[in-house]
């Protein structure tokens, strides 16, 4: 094995990603790494600098024997996640139970949140209408509504008149449903729902929690 599969080897293992995990956020088919790790194949020097700033280590760690030292910095503790895979669903739509939903992929997101929402699913957050509180692009973990467990000033993935589910704060009043954004977009308007366009409403669950995309700027 050459240097950079017995690091890359390593890397991996630390930082508790599976094979599939690694292949999603390095954009690259999940043989692909088996590969890397048993030396048959090496990245190319820009997928090397992308696979550095996965791990924050320096690029050189892969080709020197002399930086393989401490791929940490200083003090640095080194910690082992684990996570569960769960269904990433791009959009819904209306009146298709979930079962019947071709699944876009797999996302891992971390286990002790999974184990607190096992029948949950997550939806791609399209727009800035709810950007106070998720940012477009996030990934939002959605915890599929039972009739009972969604009350007032909760952010609900609803579908309304048969479009694409949509994130929006719930409000419950007398007869009436309120859907109201957040955000920093003044465009972005409540709407109000009476009977009977209550009927025109599914909600899919709440949201309970959102990851940003492994490809998000900061």
């Keep these: 094995m050459?240097?950079?599969?017995?690091?890359?080897?390593?890397?991996?293992?630390?930082?508790?990603?599976?094979?599939?995990?690694?292949?999603?956020?390095?954009?690259?088919?999940?043989s692909t790494i088996g590969r890397w790790k048993s030396g048959e194949l090496s990245p190319?020097?820009?997928?090397?600098?992308?696979?550095?700033?996965?791990?924050?280590?320096?690029?050189?760690?892969?080709?020197?024997?002399k930086y393989k030292k401490s791929s940490l910095p200083e003090g640095a503790i080194?910690?082992?996640?684990?996570?569960?895979?769960?269904?990433l669903y791009g959009s819904i739509a209306a009146g298709m139970p979930l079962e019947a939903i071709p699944v876009e992929e797999y996302i891992e997101i971390p286990e002790d949140v999974g184990s607190w929402y096992p029948d949950a699913f997550l939806l791609r957050v399209?727009?800035?209408?709810?950007?106070?509180?998720?940012?477009?692009?996030?990934?939002?973990?959605?915890?599929?509504?039972?009739?009972?467990?969604v009350g007032n000033g909760d952010v609900v993935a609803v579908q309304v008149n048969g479009y694409e589910?949509?994130?929006?704060?719930?409000?419950?009043?007398?007869n009436t449903v309120v859907l109201e954004p957040d955000s920093y977009n003044p465009d972005h308007v409540a709407q109000n729902f009476t009977s009977p366009e209550l009927d025109s409403l599914r909600i899919m669950g709440k949201m309970v929690w959102?990851?940003?995309?492994?490809?998000?700027?900061?």
Excluded at 128 to 147: E, H
Excluded at 165 to 174: E, G, I, P, S, V
């Design 44 to 65: 190319k020097l820009p997928v090397l600098k992308t696979i550095a700033e996965l791990f924050q280590v320096n690029p050189l760690i892969f080709v020197d024997d």
């Design 2 to 30: 050459d240097i950079f599969s017995i690091v890359f080897s390593e890397l991996a293992e630390k930082s508790g990603y599976t094979d599939a995990e690694l292949a999603r956020r390095l954009k690259v088919n999940r």
């Design 78 to 87: 080194p910690v082992k996640a684990t996570s569960i895979s769960v269904p």
């Design 165 to 174: 589910a949509t994130l929006k704060r719930f409000f419950k009043l007398h």
């Design 126 to 149: 399209n727009g800035d209408s709810m950007n106070k509180v998720v940012p477009n692009g996030a990934y939002a973990l959605i915890d599929p509504y039972n009739g009972e467990d």
């Design 210 to 218: 959102y990851m940003s995309p492994p490809n998000a700027k900061f």
